[in-house]
């Protein structure tokens, strides 16, 4: 009779995830949960390079603050994850840390091979379930779609255009897909 004995994942901290090298991969916790990602390739930048360009001149004339890119961090109870893109806030004061930081009103991931299973799934329930986040985009180079979550919704997918409209401005941001998967 084969015996079966129940494995119990590592829960990690934050300072545990602080204690982590500097090696050129992100590192993030969600839930205890620690995620490893090698650097992106090419085709991630280039589609993040053209989402920031457009995004920065919309949230700048509509003052939603700044568009972050990796390096910035978003941080909930204990967990701690490094979007592609987020949009939010810049906080106010000097020397503010992560947890003090405004909740960002969008954030937006870039699916690679390595990352496309967690973005999906645990960093879309981390965003939209656990942080209520108001939206949250997953971007699909591959298909060249963009899914759209947000809380109490049915996911969208974009294929061609893409309307976000954040509370504050009149009008909505239109994003031609093919501007950003050229």
Known sequence: MAMHMATQLKRWTLEELHSLPDDGNKYELIHGELFVTPPPNDDHETILARLTRILDRYVEANGLGQVYRPRAVFRLNGSEVEPDLMVRQEASGIG????????????????????????????????????????????????????????????????????????????????????VFR
């Open 96 to 179: 503010n840390a992560w947890e003090t930081a405004p909740p960002p009103i969008l954030v937006v991931e870039v699916f690679s091979s390595s990352t496309r299973r967690r973005d999906s799934m645990q960093k879309k329930d981390f965003y939209v379930e656990h942080a209520e986040l108001a939206e949250y985009w997953m971007v699909d180079g591959d298909r060249r779609e963009i899914r759209i979550a947000r809380p109490g919704e049915a996911d969208r997918i974009a294929t061609v255009t893409l309307e976000w409209h954040p509370s504050g401005p009149a009008e909505p941001l239109m994003i031609r897909l093919s501007d």
